[in-house]
């Protein structure tokens, strides 16, 4: 899964720069695998969480889209923050490199929600059409 991550985030954040830091080693060997692995999660908690926390066993009332979308919001800032606290907690250097990669796990954070949201919303009681009623 390293080589996904590295790929992945080599990718997206190429489109915005084409220079690579100085440290880019620390972000191929350490910080794209880590950062990766730990907004899938959070992503993946945030789901279950709406869905199946809040929307079947508390019943809270939050199965609107808008809810949804706070939700969705929720996520990508928490994966601004992860690329942000975990590069800087592991000695990456603050650049535009380090900027980029933060827009960059944000659009990550958000699409594995989203994705995580079509795989998982069938199976709550309350929410199961949302954010949008389809055969997903």
């Known amino acids: ?47 279950l969480t709406f869905y199946y926390l809040f929307n079947s066993a508390l019943r809270t009332g939050m199965f609107r889209s808008t809810h949804w979308v706070l939700t969705l919001a929720l996520a990508a800032g928490l994966g601004t923050f992860l690329a942000n606290s975990l590069s800087k907690s592991h000695g990456a250097e603050v650049s535009s490199y380090l900027g980029y990669f933060m827009v960059v796990n944000m659009i990550v954070a958000a699409l594995w929600f ?10 709550s009681t309350y929410a199961r059409t949302t954010p949008f009623v389809g055969p997903f």
């Open 1 to 47: 899964m390293q080589t996904f991550f590295t790929s992945l985030y080599s990718a997206f954040i190429s489109i915005f720069q084409s220079q690579r830091p100085a440290d880019y080693g620390l972000y191929k060997t350490d910080l794209f695998s880590l950062v990766g692995w730990s907004t899938l999660g959070v992503s993946l908690l945030l789901v």
């Open 114 to 123: 989203f994705i995580f949201s079509i795989l998982l919303k069938r199976w």
